[in-house]
């Protein structure tokens, strides 16, 4: 029963399809759970977003679709596949979504303790004539009846697995776990029992406390601090960034829909640090600023104070001079033996030049990443916005556009800037920097200057900002923003992606990745990976319009607000 609440009520906060708005909690049901939990979930109408996910054309095309395919042979998938299968064992009967419904009533919450053997105990206030119409309360029977703090209670074992599953009705409300120890502690809580609970564990008290009041259809409270330590939380959780996990101890999401939209808001406290790492003149509100810069025409963005300036000169080399070759090994395993039959060398090494020095193994980037380093640093670079945007070229291929705009302690000194870029880009487009020149030229209405060259490379300075790129219509729309207020608040960083206007070029290019972009391919009949399985995942998607994302760091508090743009 877990594995089907727990999972449909996170995809609600993922994929936020639902526009109803919802009234809080009457009763904190915090204060009837046992203490020691990792994760605790709760909605104030937990049975209605269940039936707005029933009917949702977003669940029917989800497990229609070939990422759901994929997903359903998941080691994950199959492991609680089978945890879900040995707790219906337990239980009497396997329930589907419809007969969970049944038993979700409006205010609810569900704590789960342990990973592994998915240990919970959920709380819902239902309607005592609405239990006893479900196939929960016809079972009771076969149930082993005990009592906890006055009030009765059902358990069952299932010999085979030994999984156990306990519920009782007190005060209306349905208690229902998979552990009778958890279940009896939630009754004499009911009953006015001193034991230590979730609403006095200061994780909880300290998130809930830094988070707004809560008015969310869904809040998930996290106890960071022991969940990252679980081997199963770090070898099952997808994002695969347990390292920037670490540096929370605990955390609370907030998720509401409201004009269409759905809006997730997180708070997460971080462990407090004897040093930060931000630079101390890195101003938080110039990454706002960039912000007002972003047009219509980009399909993704990204700002950002500028803490590491050689992170941001080998993102502009990469993107916009000379991508470096990706030379990628998992040491983990030794090499390959070679065989005796195949020849040492070929006609081709005789070409060889063994009288001049070989070029550097990473081609002359570093060299370029210095130059453009060396720029930033003696401009003092405090914020970095990055944009793309794809368009179509030559009629059938795609090209991703890309605007670095930076903003400085000061104006950029133009002829510093034509030297470090002519550094950079001649020590690779050019032999010794011959016929890298710069020319004066537009992008739309304003005045730009461009690398002549066999490369796309533009410059174009408004006082203490700075504008690179290598598309002059998307330079151009941003150059049209220069002087746009930007809105209140002092971001660290901000971003979003545009996903209806990059579907169509997404298309196109992993139709050519996967090669014809057949749905299927040849060997088993799985689907092919771009076009099939991440494929109709957008495709699942095809309603959301765009996702923002935007950060904010107060005292020892990280303040995220994510907001999915629906179609209307």
């Known amino acids: ?202 994780w909880y008290r300290e998130a809930t406390a830094a988070a707004a009041p809560n008015s969310a259809e869904l809040r998930l409270v996290m106890n960071l601090e022991p969940l990252v330590k679980s081997v199963y939380f770090r070898s099952y959780w997808v994002q695969r960034n347990a390292s920037t996990v670490r540096r929370y101890w605990a955390g609370v999401a907030d998720v509401k829909r409201a004009a269409g939209n759905i809006t997730e808001t997180r708070v997460f406290l971080r462990v407090p640090e004897p040093a930060q790492s931000q630079r101390a003149d890195a101003n938080p509100a110039t990454t706002a600023d960039l912000m007002a810069l972003v047009p219509p025409e980009a399909g993704m963005y990204k700002a950002s104070a500028i803490v590491d300036s050689s992170e941001v000169a080998a993102l502009i080399v990469q993107k916009l001079i000379g991508p470096q070759t990706d030379r990628s090994r998992d040491w983990r395993y030794a090499p390959m033996a070679v065989s005796p039959d ?20 990473d081609a002359g980037i570093a060299d370029s990443e210095a130059a453009v380093r060396a720029l930033l640093d003696k401009a003092g670079a405090r914020s970095v916005l990055r944009l793309q945007a794809s368009s179509p070229a030559a009629g059938t291929f795609v090209q991703a556009g890309s605007v670095i705009a930076l903003a400085g302690a000061a104006d950029w000194d133009r002829d510093s800037v ?101 749905a299927r391919s040849q060997r088993g009949g799985a689907p092919s990976f771009f076009t099939g399985n991440i494929g109709s995942l957008s495709e699942v998607f095809s309603d959301l319009v765009e996702i923002h994302v935007t950060e904010e760091e107060r005292a020892q508090a990280t303040l995220q607000k994510v907001i999915y743009q629906m179609a209307r």
């Open 1 to 202: 029963m877990k594995r089907a609440l727990l999972l449909a009520a996170l995809l609600l906060s993922a994929t936020g399809l639902l526009f109803l708005q919802t009234t809080p909690p009457a009763a904190k049901l915090a204060a009837f759970m046992p203490s020691g939990a990792l994760l605790y979930l709760e909605s104030p109408d937990f049975g209605r977003l269940l039936r707005d996910w029933d009917a949702s054309k977003v669940k029917a095309g989800w497990q229609q679709s070939a990422n759901y395919e994929v997903f359903s042979r998941s080691n994950l998938f199959t492991k609680l596949g089978e945890v879900y299968e040995q707790y219906g064992d337990a239980m009497g009967f396997v329930p589907g979504l419809r007969r969970l419904i049944e038993v979700a009533g409006t205010d609810s919450a569900l704590a789960l303790y342990e990973i592994r053997n998915v240990e919970f105990l959920y709380v819902s206030r239902v309607a005592d004539a609405d239990l006893m119409k479900s196939q929960l309360w016809a079972v009771r029977d076969q149930f082993e009846q005990r009592q906890a703090g006055g009030i009765s209670f059902y358990l069952r074992t299932d010999p085979g697995s030994t999984r156990t599953v306990a519920f009782a009705y007190a005060k209306n409300y349905l208690l229902f776990s998979t552990r009778d120890d958890l279940l009896a502690q939630s009754l004499e809580l009911m009953a006015g029992g001193g034991n230590p609970t979730i609403a006095n564990d200061r």
């Open 342 to 361: 195949i020849r040492a060398g070929s006609e081709g090494d005789l070409e060889t030049r063994i009288d001049e020095q070989p070029l550097p193994s």
């Open 418 to 518: 034509r030297s470090a870029l002519t550094s950079a880009a001649g020590k690779l487009w050019t032999t010794s920097e011959l016929g890298a020149g710069w020319v004066p030229s537009t992008s739309g209405r304003h005045a730009i200057e461009r690398l002549d060259g066999l490369g796309t490379l533009m410059f174009a300075g408004r006082g203490p900002l700075l504008f690179l790129g290598n598309d002059s219509r998307l330079l151009g729309a941003v150059l049209d923003r220069v002087g746009t207020r930007p809105s209140a608040g002092a971001l660290t960083y901000a971003a979003g992606f545009r996903h209806l206007r990059e579907r169509p070029y997404y298309e196109r290019v992993m139709s050519a990745l996967d090669f014809a972009g057949s």
